[in-house]
């Protein structure tokens, strides 16, 4: 970040004011047309008021000093006058002031409508690379200097603008001669503006960014003060927010000393004016030049105090206007954000088979499914029948294009087969099941399912015929139904009953308070890890479907709990194709209970044979449990 450039109003800079102006416009023209005309009002009746004091004096206060008996009329119909335009320019300012707040508020809601909405179209890769603090910014920092300059910026601005021009009509007409010195102390006014906004401007926008980074690694340490504790890294975590909140501090102090300074040089530079036209209007009264009355002078002299304060307003302004844009440069980032990309066109439906044994589209769920796959050449439509058939044909892909993760890879997975991927730390094993979801698209080979090649597979399809437990579960605020409701949206109470059973979890949420009513808050930390795997099983049980990914699923159960779960994992398998992905096949407690129990039985087993000597008896035991270990691998594994 180079601090010492100049920051100034880019074509980017006003090409994102003209993007944001059209949020505006699109939905709330004639809103905005109505404060548009509103602020003008306002400005011309603030403008009256001063304006009046000529006339009042000159032609109706002067004339009855000295008077016996003065007539007042005249005064009072001129004030009556005066009174309704000062209540048509409060009526006014009440009304812009409403509408813009109103108008602010619906941009706001259209603009974080859009961020979400177009952000659940962005691929896994963007969330990999921009933190979530970063991201929750644009909701909250960034979001929220839109509505300060909407509701408030753009108004004043407005207001400013208009009173600049309609005094500066006004003091021309009362005095040519007094305007030039006015004019002379604007160029004075507009040189110091310029100077001090240019440097609270640079400082705001720092200011901006710091705020995000800051953002992100509070939200970062918030999610890992577990981590933070057990390593005792408090004092580290706090050097480090100390750096960034020095950072924010000082972008903070620099942005708001040049804008509080703002305020005060211009008010000075304006009793400067006032006292400088006081002395040269008397001069020229004096001397009956100019035509200047005390009428003329009253007003003019009101016009030149006012005069200051909109060049104030629109120096204010601007430092919230460029850090609004600024923000809204992040917003729309987000916005323009590449998609991720689908040209599938295979979906996929409810089938049922005819009496010849032919798949045939249907409306109502039958438990069947298939791909329907329409052909462009002869506009006919073929059927697949939805088994889970799972093939990479020499696949390669990597998540940079100059490190190649997997290398010409090959594997099948028949239908209701089990396929378990077992390595170390980075071999890669998740990164296959990323590209079976197509989180990621391969850089060559290809991948077929069913068949089917799954470039050709629309992604929402492909993923929803897919089910999946990752290690790191996430659990969403609402009940432990709504959340294993998650896998299926449509799942009847009984079906997430069976799915809770059939994971093992509907024992524990028996034991809750509510049972599953019982609401979840903080991803599930009234549970404990064990408990959100489970209802993380149950989800996928829920959605029943016919290829599933294991990613460390029992990572986070004890050995007890996971002979349990197996049995219900055991289950869900069933019928499926499934990928397993794990570190080791079996904990090292249950390898060894496994080992004591099986030599107890093999010793039982060799005892009645009363024949065998000593080594006899510990080959015998070594055998059974290498036969027994032997057939556990392969049911597991298999």
Same mark, same amino acid.
């Given at each position: 970040m180079n601090?010492?450039?100049?920051?100034?109003?880019?074509?980017?800079?006003?090409?994102?004011?003209? &993007?944001?102006?059209?949020?505006?416009?699109?939905?709330?023209?004639?809103?905005?047309?109505? /404060? @548009?005309?509103?602020?003008?009002?306002?400005?011309?009746?603030?403008?009256?008021? *001063?304006?009046?004091?000529?006339?009042?004096?000159?032609?109706?206060?002067?004339?009855?000093?000295?008077?016996?008996?003065?007539?007042?009329? %005249?005064?009072?119909?001129?004030?009556?006058?005066?009174? /309704?335009?000062?209540?048509?320019?409060?009526?006014?300012?009440?009304?812009?002031?409403?509408?813009?707040?109103?108008?602010?508020?619906?941009?706001?809601? &259209?603009? &974080?409508?859009?961020?979400?909405?177009?952000?659940?179209?962005?691929?896994?890769?963007? @969330?990999?690379?921009?933190?979530?603090?970063?991201?929750?910014?644009?909701?909250?920092?960034?979001?929220?200097?839109?509505?300060?300059?909407?509701?408030?910026?753009?108004?004043?601005?407005?207001?400013?603008?208009?009173?600049? /021009?309609?005094?500066?009509?006004?003091m021309l007409v009362l005095s040519p001669l007094l305007t030039i010195l006015a004019v002379l102390i604007i160029f004075v006014m507009l040189a110091v503006t310029g100077r001090i906004g240019a440097k609270s401007g640079k400082y705001f926008v720092h200011q901006q960014m710091s705020l995000a980074d800051v953002t992100g690694f509070v939200e970062e340490r918030m999610n890992g003060q577990r981590v933070v504790k057990v390593f005792n890294h408090e004092a580290k975590s706090k050097e480090e927010f100390d750096q960034l909140n020095e950072v924010l501090f000082e972008s903070a102090s620099q942005a708001n000393k040049y804008g509080n300074m703002m305020g005060p040089v211009i008010g000075n530079i304006g009793n400067l004016q006032f006292v400088l036209t006081a002395v040269l209007g008397g001069i020229l009264s004096v001397a009956g030049i100019g035509g200047i009355t005390l009428g003329v002078m009253a007003s003019y002299l009101q016009f030149t105090k006012?005069?200051?304060?909109?060049?104030?307003?629109?120096?204010?302004?601007?430092?919230?206007?460029? +850090?609004? !844009?600024?923000?809204?440069?992040?917003?729309?980032?987000l916005i323009d954000e590449k998609p991720e990309e689908d040209e599938g066109y295979v979906t996929l439906v409810n089938a049922r088979k005819d009496e010849n044994g032919n798949i045939v589209e249907c409306k109502e769920r039958t438990g069947m499914w298939a791909w329907k796959h329409p052909h462009s050449a002869d506009g006919s439509v073929s059927y697949t029948e939805l088994?889970?058939? #799972? &093939?990479?044909?020499? #696949?390669?892909?990597?998540?940079?294009?100059?490190?190649?993760? !997997?290398?010409?890879?090959?594997?099948?997975?028949?239908?209701?087969?089990?396929?378990?991927?077992? %390595?170390?730390?980075?071999?890669?094993? =998740?990164?296959?099941?990323?590209?079976i979801n197509r989180f990621y698209d391969i850089q060559e080979g290809k991948i077929r399912y069913?068949?089917?090649?799954?470039?050709?597979?629309?992604?929402?399809?492909?993923?929803?015929?897919?089910?999946?437990?990752?290690?790191?579960?996430?659990?969403? =605020?609402?009940?432990?139904?709504?959340?294993?409701r998650y896998g299926k949206l449509d799942a009847t109470d009984e079906e997430i009953y069976a799915a809770a059973k059939l994971a093992h979890a509907d024992q524990f949420i028996q034991m809750l308070p509510k049972g599953y009513d019982t609401m979840l808050s903080g991803d599930g930390e009234e549970l404990s890890q064990g408990q959100r795997q489970l209802l993380s099983i149950a989800r996928a049980a829920v959605a029943d479907p016919p290829v599933l990914?294991?990613?460390?699923?029992?990572?986070?159960?004890?050995?007890?709990?996971? *002979?349990?779960?197996?049995?219900? +994992?055991?289950?869900?398998?069933?019928?499926?194709?499934?990928?397993?992905?794990?570190?080791?096949?079996?904990?090292?407690?249950? /390898?060894?209970?496994?080992?004591? $129990?099986?030599?107890?039985?093999?010793?039982?087993?060799?005892?009645?044979?009363?024949? !065998?000597?000593?080594?006899?008896?510990?080959?015998?035991?070594?055998?059974?449990? $290498?036969?027994?270990?032997?057939?556990?691998?392969?049911?597991?594994?298999?």
């Open positions: 601090k010492n450039k100049k920051p100034k109003m880019t074509k980017n800079d006003l090409k994102t004011a003209k &993007r944001l102006m059209k949020y505006v416009t699109e939905k709330y023209k004639f809103q905005f047309i109505l /404060v @548009f005309f509103c602020i003008l009002i306002s400005a011309v009746a603030t403008t009256a008021v *001063s304006l009046s004091l000529r006339y009042l004096l000159d032609d109706f206060i002067l004339p009855l000093v000295g008077q016996k008996t003065p007539d007042f009329a %005249g005064l009072y119909k001129a004030l009556t006058v005066l009174g /309704v335009i000062f209540l048509a320019g409060v009526i006014a300012t009440f009304i812009y002031t409403r509408m813009m707040v109103y108008i602010g508020q619906g941009v706001l809601k &259209r603009v &974080r409508d859009d961020m979400f909405e177009h952000m659940q179209t962005l691929p896994i890769r963007y @969330f990999d690379q921009n933190t979530n603090g970063s991201i929750m910014s644009l909701y909250t920092n960034d979001t929220d200097t839109l509505r300060q300059m909407i509701s408030q910026a753009i108004p004043q601005a407005l207001m400013a603008l208009f009173t600049i /021009v309609v005094t500066f009509i006004s006012s005069f200051t304060q909109p060049f104030m307003q629109v120096a204010q302004q601007f430092n919230s206007i460029v +850090m609004a !844009l600024a923000g809204a440069e992040r917003i729309f980032n088994k889970g058939d #799972v &093939r990479f044909e020499d #696949v390669t892909f990597g998540y940079n294009e100059d490190k190649t993760i !997997l290398h010409d890879i090959s594997l099948y997975a028949k239908p209701g087969q089990k396929l378990a991927f077992v %390595g170390s730390t980075g071999a890669g094993k =998740t990164t296959i099941t990323n590209l069913d068949g089917i090649n799954i470039t050709k597979i629309k992604k929402d399809d492909l993923r929803h015929s897919l089910g999946i437990v990752l290690q790191d579960t996430h659990l969403f =605020t609402g009940t432990i139904r709504d959340n294993i990914i294991l990613d460390e699923a029992t990572s986070s159960i004890d050995t007890r709990t996971e *002979s349990i779960v197996q049995k219900g +994992m055991d289950n869900l398998m069933k019928g499926r194709t499934v990928f397993v992905i794990a570190h080791r096949l079996l904990r090292f407690e249950t /390898v060894m209970r496994l080992l004591f $129990w099986n030599m107890a039985r093999s010793l039982r087993e060799v005892t009645t044979k009363t024949s !065998l000597n000593r080594k006899e008896l510990i080959i015998s035991c070594i055998l059974v449990n $290498w036969n027994f270990h032997k057939k556990y691998y392969r049911d597991r594994i298999s």
